[in-house]
């Protein structure tokens, strides 16, 4: 009996030897989570707005030209100042420009008629004419009147310069008072030493020296403080008024419509006042 026992506990000692194996327990593994893939900021492509100015807009558009600038990352705005009547014959050229910005409507409305300026553009500005003196005054200028002294030297703007044929209306319309005489445009005509391409060139002319006086746009002079000013009365003024379009094979016409709406904007006016333009209509 003892024998028999024996053997049975034999018997399940070896069954339980020949089971399976037990399977080991595996701690689950910590990953770490999956990031999701953030894009970098696209940077806009560089692009330019190429824009003719009349160079008496010089500083009130490089203000404006960098404001916008600022206002559109990735956009540089290329600036061309000269006289209107230069920019518009490098339009009708086939200069590459976006935007057109003249000191008055006659070169404006030439590009209207070829077909390169839509019609029905904007007036942004005007401007006022003065006449500036050299510092010190060498030739003692007090009044208009000393415009026709013999022997002055006076340097206007070219006749097809909007500032020059400015200057010769407000001659004509002075020489229409008894006060100055019929011939007085004629006399101050004939103290012209020098016709200036642009306007700038005309206060440079004055500021050196190289002339007695000059007639420029207030803003010009403004710009100039050395200089002295004999004002023009507003019965013998002209107003000028600058108007400003897209063109309408602009390169960039989207940025071309955006830098318009940008000047006739309260923000854009406001640098045009402090540069001492007055608003349209005006």
């Given at each position: 009996m003892k024998r028999f026992a024996l053997v049975i506990l034999i018997i399940v000692a070896l069954l339980a030897a020949c089971g399976p194996a037990a399977t080991p327990t595996v701690a689950p593994t910590s990953l770490p989570p999956t990031e999701t893939a953030v894009p970098p900021t696209a940077t806009p492509a560089p692009r330019t707005l190429t824009v003719f100015a009349a160079a008496s807009l010089t500083g009130a558009f490089q203000e404006i030209g960098k404001d916008f600038e600022a206002a559109n990352p990735g956009v540089t705005v290329a600036l061309n100042?000269?006289?209107?009547?230069?920019?518009?014959?490098?339009?009708?050229?086939?200069?590459?420009?976006?935007?057109?910005?003249?000191?008055?409507?006659?070169?404006?409305?030439?590009?209207?008629?070829?077909?390169?300026?839509?019609?029905?553009?904007?007036?942004?500005?005007?401007?006022?004419?003065?006449?500036?003196?050299?510092?010190?005054?060498?030739a003692n200028l007090q009044a208009l009147r000393d415009l026709a002294k013999p022997g002055l030297k006076l340097v206007l703007a070219d006749a097809s310069v909007p500032a020059g044929n400015y200057s010769r209306q407000i001659l004509d319309n002075m020489s229409k008072d008894p006060a100055f005489g019929a011939d007085f445009g004629k006399k101050v005509l004939a103290n012209v030493v020098s016709n200036e391409t642009d306007v700038k060139s005309v206060v440079s002319?004055?500021?050196?020296?190289?002339?007695?006086?000059?007639?420029?746009?207030?803003?010009?002079?403004?710009?100039?403080?050395?200089?002295?000013?004999?004002?023009?009365?507003?019965?013998?003024?002209?107003?000028?008024?600058?108007?400003?379009?897209?063109?309408?094979?602009?390169?960039?016409?989207?940025?071309?419509?955006?830098?318009?709406?940008?000047?006739?904007?309260?923000?854009?006016?406001?640098?045009?006042?402090?540069?001492?333009?007055?608003?349209?209509?005006?």
């Open positions: 100042f000269a006289g209107s009547q230069a920019l518009r014959t490098q339009i009708e050229q086939g200069a590459a420009v976006d935007v057109f910005a003249s000191a008055d409507h006659k070169n404006m409305d030439t590009l209207v008629s070829e077909n390169l300026v839509p019609s029905g553009y904007q007036d942004f500005a005007t401007n006022l004419l003065v006449v500036i003196l050299p510092p010190g005054n060498p002319k004055v500021d050196l020296g190289e002339a007695d006086a000059g007639i420029v746009y207030v803003t010009d002079a403004s710009a100039a403080p050395d200089l002295k000013t004999i004002p023009i009365p507003a019965n013998f003024n002209v107003i000028a008024k600058y108007p400003l379009a897209a063109l309408v094979k602009a390169p960039n016409a989207d940025l071309a419509a955006a830098f318009v709406a940008y000047v006739l904007s309260p923000d854009g006016q406001a640098v045009l006042k402090k540069w001492g333009f007055s608003p349209a209509g005006q």
